[in-house]
């Protein structure tokens, strides 16, 4: 499991995920998606089978691409608030996925967790990176933590975070 010297302040611990959490999944994936569906003219039961059909081939295309990842249920005091899916390269540490609950986003939770991963990296002495929609509102975030944009990937930009070590007593950089 990743750390959680930052998110453990906001009561924040992890899970292996199962598929008695497709259905909570289902439901972050659309609260994720909401605003573009509020620009569609489509029924709610059209809007459904839209995203039951876009998170069945994410979730699936995830799988098949990341089989060694972790797959993480975010828990706030024990309820599901989010997913995390990170998957531990040899040379680079990648978010595959991250989402909150709207009502855990905005509060720091996002923040403590990426510093944390960010933590985890650096003391591997690797880069973490993740796959951004450029209209994605935690772009700000992402940018106030130090992540730069490695690759342009149309609708996405790849970005990375050099993670520098921090120094421990006796055991400085050079």
């Given at each position: 499991m990743p750390p959680r010297p930052n998110a453990r302040g906001f009561g924040i611990g992890y899970r292996a995920l199962d598929d008695r959490d497709l259905?909570?999944?289902t439901a972050l994936y659309r609260s994720?998606?909401?605003s573009e569906l509020a620009r569609t003219p489509w029924s709610e039961e059209q809007k459904q089978a839209f995203i039951a059909?876009?998170?069945e081939a994410q979730h699936r295309h995830y799988r098949e691409h990341y089989p060694e990842a972790l797959w993480l249920i975010v828990e706030r005091n024990g309820r599901a608030v989010g997913r995390l899916y990170l998957e531990r390269w040899?040379?680079?540490h990648r978010i595959i996925d991250i989402a909150l609950v709207p009502k855990?986003?905005?509060c720091g939770?996002?923040?403590a967790i990426l510093q944390d991963l960010i933590g985890e990296a650096a003391a591997a002495g690797k880069?973490?990176?993740i796959h951004v929609e450029k209209e994605n509102p935690a772009m700000r975030l992402y940018r106030r933590l130090g992540f730069e944009k490695r690759e342009d990937k149309g609708v996405y930009d790849l970005l990375e975070h050099p993670c520098t070590p921090t120094p421990r007593a006796g055991n400085a950089i050079r």
């Open positions: 259905p909570f999944l994720t998606r909401e059909m876009q998170f040899s040379n680079e855990a986003r905005g939770i996002g923040n880069s973490l990176s």
